[in-house]
């Protein structure tokens, strides 16, 4: 059950591994990040993702579904692991209003561009 293995792998610290390398990083300047929130923290594969990749002098612009916890701590936690990435304000989306959310989408998109 995915509720099962999320508490497990939190516990565990675990550090899911990435099917597949992103070759080319360097040639991108603004890395958009999407995940879920779980009991406060993003999926434990993303702290694979920002201890496998450098990503200082990138811009990271974070997006977080949940219910209704926003990003959590997510954004500190992130920042700390790529503390020389510049991050702008991360958008939530809330699952509940997911499928109403375009605008909200749109209007971020154009303010990082
Ligand atoms: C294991 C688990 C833990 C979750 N913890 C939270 C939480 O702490 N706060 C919150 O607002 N939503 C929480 N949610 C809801 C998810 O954030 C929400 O279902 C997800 O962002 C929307 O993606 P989905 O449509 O694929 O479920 C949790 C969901 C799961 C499965």
Known sequence: MV?????KEQQEKARPKIKNKIENID???TIYVGYPNWWGEMPMILYTFFEDYDL??????LFCTSGESGLSDTEKTIQVLE???PMVKGLYVSKLASKE???DVKEWV???K
Do not use: C, F, G, H
């Not at 509720?3 to 508490?7: G, L, S, T, Y």
């Not at 200082?56 to 612009?61: D, G, L, P, V």
């Open 83 to 85: 503390p020389s990435a």
């Open 56 to 61: 200082s002098n990138k811009t990271i612009a």
């Open 27 to 29: 040639e991108y300047e």
């Open 101 to 103: 959310a375009t605008s």
């Open 3 to 7: 509720v099962d293995d999320v508490k």
């Open 110 to 112: 154009n303010e990082i």
